[in-house]
Nanobody, 122 residues
Framework: QLVESGGGSVQAGGSLRLSCTAS????????AAWFRQAPGKEREFVAT????????DYADSVKGRFTITRDNAKATVYLQMNGLKPEDTAVYYC?????????????????WGQGTEVTVSS
């Protein structure tokens, strides 16, 4: 089970940090990612990280603004979001894969959280 937290409402230029905590040990040996889904749009990839945190990948739209990290001792993955823009408004989902690579498609992930809402006002 994956549980996200940290969403909320901020003004453009602000910051938020999302957290995703997993139950069970599987999360510590698997790739994890964040996706988001804006109203009326399809779910899209945001960022991914391998299980040791040594490799990461980001969508072009968030590079330089968002940072994905993880603390396996806490079974938690984070998404630090800086310089938020109105177009970042979406429900953000945490996901975990059975494998360990930089997967950027939702089909590669087997476990999903319930989502946390982020609203950025201009």
């Amino acid at each position: 089970q994956l549980v996200e937290s940290g969403g909320g409402s901020v003004q453009a230029g602000g910051s938020l940090r999302l957290s995703c905590t997993a139950s069970g040990r599987f999360f510590t040996t698997n790739a994890a990612a964040w996706f988001r889904q804006a109203p009326g749009k399809e779910r899209e990839f945001v960022a991914t990280i391998t299980w040791r945190g040594l490799r990461t990948d980001y969508a072009d739209s968030v590079k330089g603004r968002f940072t994905i990290t993880r603390d396996n001792a806490k079974a938690t993955v984070y998404l630090q979001m800086n310089g938020l823009k109105p177009e970042d408004t979406a429900v953000y989902y945490c996901a975990a894969a059975l494998g360990n690579d930089l997967y950027i498609t939702s089909q590669s992930y087997d476990y999903w959280g319930q989502g946390t809402e982020v609203t950025v006002s201009s």
